[in-house]
C-alpha cells in the first residue's frame, strides 16, 4: 500500500513537472518576454518596410538621377574633346595660307593616329568642293555635299556646332562606317578677302553606343538620347523602333523639363528621367519600371516575414530555457512543499541552486519543516503523556460498584456464617489490589497479571454462586517476561457481564498463554452471548458504559497496548452469535 502511494505522488510529480501550467513563473515569464519581443520586432518591421515602402521610389528616382548625371557627364566629355579637335583645325586654317596645306594635313593625321574613334575630318569650301580629307581614302563624287542638310546649316550659321543623328558615312568608295558628325563653320583671314570653310569630324558610333550601354537602371531599365527634332541618336532597341516593332514617348519627353517623372506608358508604370546634353542640343531620357521597386517592395517584405519568425522561434527557445533556469529552483522547491502537505516530512536540510531569493526561501522552508518537526515531536510527546495519565487515571479509579458488591457478599457470607467464602473473597480482594497497586509501576510479570485475573474470577464466581467456571494455562517459563498491567481484567469483565450473564448454561471461561517466536499471546475464551458483526466493531471503538463495568474497557486496553509496543501489537476478536467469543492479546517479548 506504501509503495502505490510512492507510486501515485511520483507519477503526479512528474505530470506536473512537464505540465504547461497557464499562471506558473516560467509560463509568465516566457509568454511576457516572447510578447514583449513580439510586439517590437513587429513594430520595428512594420515602421522598417513603411519607410522602405515611402522612400522607395524618391531612392529610386535619385539613385537613377546619379546614374545618368554620370553618364550624361562622360557623353558630354567626349563630345566636348570632339568640338576640341574642330577648334584646333579652326585655329590651323585660321593662320595657314590656302596653298599650304602640308601643316594642317599633318595636323588631321596626326588627330586620327591617336583617336582611333574619329573614322574621318574633312575640310569644305563655301562652295561644295572639298579641300582636304582624313585619311586618303578614295573619295566618292557621286556625294553631293551641297545638297546636305548639316552642310547648308553650318553656311547658314557657322559658328554653331553641329551634330547629326547617327547615320551611314558617305565620303569615301567602298567605306560605309556608322558614324555621328559633327560640323563648324570656320573663317580664314590670311588673305586680303576673308574665306568661309566648313570642318565635319565623324566619330565612329560605336563609343557612343558603349557610353550609353554600360548605364544599367535595374534589370529592365535603359536609356535613349534623342536631338530636338526628335532623332533618336541612341536606343538600346533603335532597330524595333525603325521597324515599328517598339514605339517610345518622345515627343512627350520632349516636353517634360529636366528632372524625374513617374508616368504610365503601354499600361506599365515607370519612373521618366530627363536630363539636357550641353554642346549638342541633345535629351537623355532613362526609364525604369516600378514593378521592380515593388518587387523589391515585396522581397523585403518576405525577408522581414522569415527574419521574424527565426526571430520568434529563437525568442522562445531563449526565453524558454531563461524562464526554465529561474523557475527550476522554485518548481523543486514547489515539489518539496507539495510533499510537506501531503504529511511527508523526511526532508532533511534541503537544498536548491539559484538566485539569492531563492537561496533565501529554501532556508526559510528549511528553517520552516525544522520547527514544525519540532511542534510535532512536542505534541506527540504531550499527547503521549496526557494518554498514559488519562490511563493511569482509569487504572486507578475503583468501581464502586464492584468494591459494594464484593464486601456486601463477604458481609452476607459473614452472617451466614461462611466463613470458608468470606476468608477466600477477602485475600483474592486484597490481591487485586495489592497487583493494581504494583508499586506504582506501569509494567507486571505475566505471572502476577494471570495472577490479578485469577483474583478477580474467584472473586465474581462467588458473587455469581458459580455460574462459570475458568481455567488457566500458564507455563512457568512466561514469567520472566513483563507486559503491562491490568489488560485482562477488562476482557473477563466484558466475558461475565456480557456473555456468560446473558446464558442460561453454565459458563466457562479459559485463559491461556502462548510463547511464539517473538510474542506472547493471550488467548480468552468463553462460551457466552457472542458479538454479532454490527457490534463487533463497537466493541473495539467505543468503552463500555455498562454499569458494571471498571471504566477501562476494551478499546483503553488496545490503545494502551499499541501506545506502549507500537501499532503491531494489540487485540484482535474472534466472535459468533450464540456461541462465544475468543480474544487474542498480543504483546512483544520483553524480559524482565
Not at 546619379?66 to 568640338?83: D, G, K, P, R, V
Not at 531599365?221 to 541612341?234: A, F, H, Q, R, T
Amino acid at each position: 500500500m506504501k509503495k502505490d502511494r510512492a507510486n501515485l505522488a511520483k507519477n503526479i510529480y512528474i505530470k506536473n513537472k512537464f505540465k504547461f501550467r497557464i499562471n506558473s513563473i516560467q509560463s509568465v515569464i516566457t509568454l511576457s518576454f516572447t510578447s514583449i519581443t513580439l510586439l517590437a520586432m513587429i513594430f520595428i518591421g512594420i515602421a522598417f518596410f513603411s519607410t522602405f515602402s515611402d522612400n522607395a521610389e524618391k531612392n529610386a528616382a535619385s539613385s537613377m538621377q546619379q546614374i545618368m548625371n554620370q553618364a550624361t557627364i562622360n557623353l558630354e566629355n567626349y563630345l566636348h574633346s570632339m568640338i576640341g579637335i574642330s577648334d584646333l583645325i579652326q585655329s590651323k586654317i585660321s593662320v595657314a595660307p590656302l596653298g599650304n596645306l602640308e601643316e594642317i594635313n599633318d595636323v588631321l593625321s596626326l588627330t586620327l593616329e591617336i583617336r582611333k574613334d574619329i573614322v574621318a575630318v574633312s575640310i569644305y569650301t563655301d562652295n561644295g568642293n572639298l579641300l582636304l580629307t582624313s585619311p586618303k581614302y578614295q573619295y566618292d563624287n557621286t556625294y553631293l555635299v551641297t545638297q546636305q542638310e548639316w552642310f547648308l546649316k553650318s553656311i547658314e550659321d557657322p559658328l554653331d556646332y553641329l551634330f547629326q543623328p547617327p547615320h551611314v558615312q558617305r565620303l569615301f568608295e567602298d567605306k560605309r562606317p556608322w558614324v555621328i558628325s559633327l560640323s563648324h563653320g570656320i573663317t580664314s583671314d590670311v588673305s586680303s578677302i576673308p574665306q568661309q570653310f566648313i570642318t565635319k569630324v565623324d566619330m565612329n558610333f560605336s563609343v557612343i553606343e558603349q557610353l550609353c550601354s554600360e548605364v544599367v537602371l535595374g534589370q529592365r531599365g535603359y536609356i535613349y538620347i534623342v536631338d530636338s527634332s526628335g532623332n533618336i541618336i541612341y536606343h538600346p532597341q533603335q532597330q524595333l523602333i525603325y521597324t515599328g516593332l517598339k514605339q517610345e514617348d518622345i515627343e512627350e519627353a520632349l516636353k517634360k523639363e529636366p528632372g524625374s517623372y513617374l508616368d504610365t506608358y503601354q499600361g506599365e508604370k515607370r519612373i521618366t528621367t530627363i536630363m539636357n546634353i550641353e554642346h549638342a542640343n541633345w535629351t537623355m531620357v532613362g526609364v525604369s519600371f516600378l514593378d521592380e521597386i515593388v518587387q523589391n517592395k515585396r522581397n523585403l517584405n518576405a525577408l522581414i516575414i522569415i527574419t521574424l519568425l527565426f526571430g520568434i522561434i529563437f525568442i522562445i527557445i531563449a526565453s524558454i530555457f531563461i524562464s526554465s533556469k529561474i523557475s527550476q529552483p522554485i518548481k523543486r522547491l514547489e515539489h518539496q512543499m507539495n510533499k510537506v502537505e501531503r504529511g511527508d516530512f523526511n526532508i532533511d536540510n534541503l537544498e536548491v541552486k539559484g538566485e539569492d531569493e531563492v537561496k533565501q526561501l529554501t532556508k526559510a522552508f528549511n528553517l520552516m519543516i525544522i520547527r514544525i518537526k519540532q511542534l510535532m515531536n512536542q505534541i506527540v510527546t504531550e499527547q503521549e503523556s496526557k494518554r498514559k495519565s488519562e490511563i493511569k487515571a482509569l487504572q486507578a479509579q475503583i468501581n464502586p460498584h464492584f468494591l459494594y458488591n464484593t464486601l456486601d457478599s463477604i458481609i452476607w457470607m459473614n452472617e451466614n456464617k461462611k466463613y470458608d467464602g468470606v476468608s477466600e473473597m477477602t485475600a483474592a480482594l486484597a490481591k487485586l489490589f495489592r497487583i493494581s497497586l504494583s508499586k506504582g509501576s506501569e509494567t507486571i510479570s505475566i505471572c502476577d497479571e494471570i495472577e490479578h485475573a485469577r483474583s478477580y474470577l474467584i472473586i465474581q464466581k462467588i458473587r455469581y454462586k458459580k455460574k462459570f467456571d475458568f481455567t488457566i494455562d500458564l507455563p512457568n517459563n512466561l514469567c520472566k517476561y513483563k507486559t503491562v498491567k491490568l489488560i485482562l481484567q477488562p476482557i473477563i469483565e466484558n466475558a461475565i457481564y456480557h456473555g456468560i450473564n446473558k446464558i442460561q448454561e453454565h459458563g466457562v471461561i479459559s485463559i491461556k498463554v502462548v510463547k511464539k517466536e517473538t510474542f506472547v499471546l493471550f488467548v480468552i475464551t468463553d462460551n457466552g452471548y457472542g458479538i454479532s458483526q454490527d457490534n463487533l466493531k463497537k466493541v473495539m471503538n467505543q468503552e463500555s458504559t455498562s454499569r458494571h463495568s471498571s471504566g477501562v474497557g476494551i478499546k483503553n486496553v488496545n490503545e494502551r497496548l499499541k501506545l506502549s509496543y507500537g501499532n503491531d501489537y494489540g487485540i484482535e476478536i474472534n466472535s459468533e452469535f450464540e456461541v462465544g467469543t475468543t480474544i487474542f492479546i498480543k504483546i512483544p517479548l520483553v524480559e524482565e
